[in-house]
């Protein structure tokens, strides 16, 4: 069982008659926040969001990243400049097409890092689906 990521509490401002808010509980989601008359409607609504966000989990909806293999910013191999070669890319993950952005970089020397292969990458704890791009 996963944790929830919505908190069901009593609407700290109360059915206030100046902001036209009557709803006593508040459930306040990712996405915002749902007042509710009562605090079983309130519960339903988390019930409802934590639902819909298993089901996206469990079809495997991730975020997308781009990966492609740059040269190598390794200081040791660079001062070598006769032992660089073509194979000595770093893998660079970006978070948009546009490869403005680098979020994660997997020196060449790392058995472990992603190839053309993969389809999927493990990174901060989730796993995401992989786009490769061109080559720099």
């Given at each position: 069982m996963?944790?929830?990521l919505?908190?069901?509490?009593?609407?700290?401002?109360?059915?206030?008659?100046?902001t036209?808010?009557?709803m006593?509980?508040?459930?306040?989601?990712?996405s915002?926040?749902?007042?509710?008359?009562?605090?079983?409607c309130?519960?339903?609504?988390?019930?409802?969001?934590?639902?819909?966000?298993?089901?996206l989990l469990r079809?495997?909806?991730r975020?997308?990243?781009?990966?492609?293999k740059?040269w190598?910013?390794?200081?040791?191999t660079?001062?070598?400049?006769?032992?660089?070669?073509s194979?000595q890319?770093?893998?660079?993950?970006?978070?948009?097409?546009?490869?403005?952005?680098?979020?994660a970089?997997?020196?060449?020397?790392?058995?472990?890092?992603p190839?053309?292969?993969?389809?999927?990458?493990m990174?901060?704890?989730?796993?995401?689906?992989?786009?490769?791009?061109?080559d720099?």
């Amino acid at each position: 069982m996963t944790k929830s990521l919505c908190n069901v509490r009593r609407n700290p401002h109360g059915p206030a008659r100046m902001t036209g808010n009557h709803m006593r509980w508040i459930c306040e989601t990712p996405s915002g926040v749902v007042y509710c008359e009562t605090r079983e409607c309130a519960r339903d609504v988390a019930r409802g969001y934590n639902r819909d966000r298993r089901e996206l989990l469990r079809e495997g909806v991730r975020h997308m990243i781009y990966l492609r293999k740059e040269w190598t910013t390794d200081k040791m191999t660079l001062d070598q400049p006769a032992s660089l070669s073509s194979a000595q890319r770093d893998v660079v993950a970006y978070d948009s097409d546009c490869c403005t952005k680098a979020i994660a970089r997997w020196p060449w020397q790392y058995s472990g890092k992603p190839d053309r292969r993969y389809k999927r990458v493990m990174f901060n704890c989730h796993t995401h689906n992989v786009q490769w791009l061109k080559d720099q």
